[in-house]
Structures are given as structure tokens and as C-alpha cells.
């Protein structure tokens, strides 16, 4: 079967792409492994229409079943490769083989590296955290780390200096590092862990030394939407994010990108918004070809 589109990723960006090309008339695929930002998304009160708190593994849940009731066929599967075929057409692989489709839309979210640091996965909502936009307010007041040594450190740095009253930079022994906002601290040791007992309260460095701290926010890695853009031949930015225009359209016809693989605020009602402008290029698309 050939279908109308392809969505690689089943975050918030994916399924809202996902729902407004199939209530457009499209045949939808979606691609996933069925993980990213949101599943890791403890507590949620910024989403637009959820008077309690609501997680991340629960928001993802409901976008799921609200995309097989619309009829959009989800695959649980790790895309490994895109490409562009001779007769315009794009083929996906993954692990359950070959996917034929009209259309592509990137929605893979930004890369979900885990620093291979003793104390990071076990401080995880206690201390570490991935996004100082999401949980900075919670630091506010307090002394934080940045876990990164490129562009993205520092703007996460840049963000926590407004709210906590010390921010220091962890390079964990990378001593060639992107220039740091002024004000934050830059320590080039070697981590040794993270260490707390109900949460995060220092690092310890292979020399011996140790700084004390309330929050760890992890800023390293680089989007694996990039491997699909190089493939591609898609234009990305400095980040390795895949430029779009206000509608979602990459440098390439056929392939549409939102959510967190793009340029632009990690957040998930953008990523909403841009998945649906990408679903609705995706029909402009198909109905001009
Ligand atoms: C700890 C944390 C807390 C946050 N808190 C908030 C908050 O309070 N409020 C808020 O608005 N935002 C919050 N965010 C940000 C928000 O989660 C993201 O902006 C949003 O989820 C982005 O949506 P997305 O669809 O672009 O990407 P994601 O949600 O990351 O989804 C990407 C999808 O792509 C899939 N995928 C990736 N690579 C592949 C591949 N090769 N093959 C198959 N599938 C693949 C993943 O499995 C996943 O389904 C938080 C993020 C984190 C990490």
C-alpha cells in the first residue's frame, strides 16, 4: 500500500498532524517507538483545557486512541532511514521493513540523549530535569547546574539565570566549550555522579571536589530528525534543527517538519500547532501533485 502520508514520531506534533491530514481525507501512517518528550513529562499544567494536572505518558495515551478512532494506522517500530524515490515518492525504513508513501512528515521530536552520568536517571523529577522552560519556575530562587558544553547549554543557562540565583555550567570535561551567558559559572571537571538522598542536592567530581546544588537540567544531544534531514538534503540550522516555513514546508517538497525537531519553543502546544499546519501542507500538497 502507498500512502498519502507518513508521520515519523507520535508525540503532540505527530498526532496533530496526523488528525488533521486524515480528517482531510489523507491516509495516515504514523511511525513511532512510541517515547519521546512527552512520555517523559511528569506533571503538566501549562496545555490549554486541563484544569488538574495531567502527565505526559497520559496526554500521549489519549492522542493515541483519538488518532485509531479517526482510523489513522499506528505502527510501533524505529525509523532507521528516508528517502526520496525516483517516481516521488518517499520510502521509510524501520524496523518492521519498508513504508511507501506520498508525503513525509518529520515529527520525531528532539534527540533524547541521556548522559551516561551515575545519578542521572535516578534523580529524574528529583532534581534532573530536561527542559528549563518547563521546570525552571520550580528552581526559582535556587542554585541550578547545566549539564552541556554547546548553543543549547547556553540558552537553557541564559533562561535560569532570570529565576535561580546561581547558575554553573558543567562541561563534564569537555574544555572546548560555546560562549556562556554572563553571569553563569563554567566547571570543566570530570563528573563522578550525582548524588541526594529524596532529591538532588550535589555533584561530585573525579577529583574529589563537589558542588552543592537544588536542580541539574540536562542540555545535551543534538535531534535525530538531523540523520532524516541529511538524508534528505533538507536545510537545518546551526542546531541541526529542519527549517520550516510558517506552514511546515521543509526545503524539500513532499517533506513536512514540526514540533520539536524544528526551530522555535519546546513546548507542546507549538508542537500541537505546527503538526497541524504541517497536516494541512501535506493536503495542499497532495491535491496540487
Ligand atoms: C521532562 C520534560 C518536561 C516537559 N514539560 C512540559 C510542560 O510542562 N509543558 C509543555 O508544554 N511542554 C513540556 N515539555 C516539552 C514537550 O514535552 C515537548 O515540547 C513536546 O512533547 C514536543 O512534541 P513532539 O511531538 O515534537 O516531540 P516528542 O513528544 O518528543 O515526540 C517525538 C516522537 O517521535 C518518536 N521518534 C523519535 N525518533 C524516532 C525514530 N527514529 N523512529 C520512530 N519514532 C521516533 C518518539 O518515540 C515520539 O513518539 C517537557 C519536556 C520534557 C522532556
Redesign the pocket.
Known amino acids: 500500500m502507498i500512502y498519502d502520508v507518513a508521520i ?7 498526532i496533530s498532524a496526523a488528525i488533521y491530514a486524515k480528517r482531510g481525507g489523507l491516509e495516515v501512517v504514523i ?8 512520555k ?2 511528569e506533571k ?1 499544567e ?2 490549554y483545557g486541563f484544569p488538574s494536572i495531567i502527565s ?1 505518558e497520559e496526554l500521549h495515551k489519549n492522542g493515541i486512541l483519538q488518532a485509531e478512532r479517526l482510523g489513522i494506522h499506528t505502527v510501533n ?3 532507521t532511514s528516508i528517502e526520496q524515490t525516483f517516481a516521488n515518492s518517499f520510502s521509510v525504513k524501520s524496523t518492521i521493513g519498508e513504508t511507501t508513501a506520498k508525503s513525509v512528515i518529520i ?4 534527540p533524547s540523549v541521556k548522559p551516561k552520568v551515575e545519578g542521572v536517571e535516578a534523580f529524574e523529577g528529583r532534581g534532573i ?3 528549563a522552560v ?2 525552571g519556575f520550580f528552581f526559582r530562587g535556587k542554585s541550578v547546574c547545566v549539564l552541556g558544553s554547546g548553543e543549547y547549554a547556553a540558552k537553557e543557562a541564559e533562561y535560569l539565570l532570570n529565576l535561580t540565583t546561581r547558575v554553573t555550567v558543567l562541561t563534564n570535561g569537555e574544555k572546548k566549550y560555546s560562549p556562556m551567558p554572563q553571569g553563569a559559572a563554567v566547571s570543566t571537571l570530570n563528573i563522578y555522579n550525582f548524588e541526594g538522598n529524596k532529591s538532588l542536592n550535589r555533584v561530585n567530581f573525579e577529583d574529589g571536589s563537589f558542588l552543592p546544588t537544588d536542580g541539574v537540567f540536562v542540555a545535551e544531544g543534538v535531534a ?1 530528525a538531523l540523520d532524516f534531514a541529511r538524508r534528505l538534503g533538507l536545510s537545518t540550522d546551526e542546531k541541526g534543527s529542519i527549517i520550516i516555513d510558517k506552514d511546515g514546508n521543509t526545503s524539500v517538497k513532499g517533506v513536512f517538519a514540526a ?3 524544528t526551530p522555535g519553543i ?4 507549538y ?1 500541537v500547532s505546527e503538526g497541524a499546519s504541517a497536516g494541512m501542507s501535506a493536503i495542499k500538497f497532495l491535491k496540487q501533485a
Open positions: 515519523i514520531g507520535s508525540g503532540p506534533a505527530g511511525l513511532s517507538d512510541f517515547k519521546g518528550s512527552l517523559r513529562t503538566i501549562n496545555y505526559g517500530c524505529q525509523v515529527a520525531c521530536g528532539a530535569s530536561y527542559c518547563c521546570d535525530n514540533g520539536d525537531c519546546n513546548q507542546i502546544c508542537a
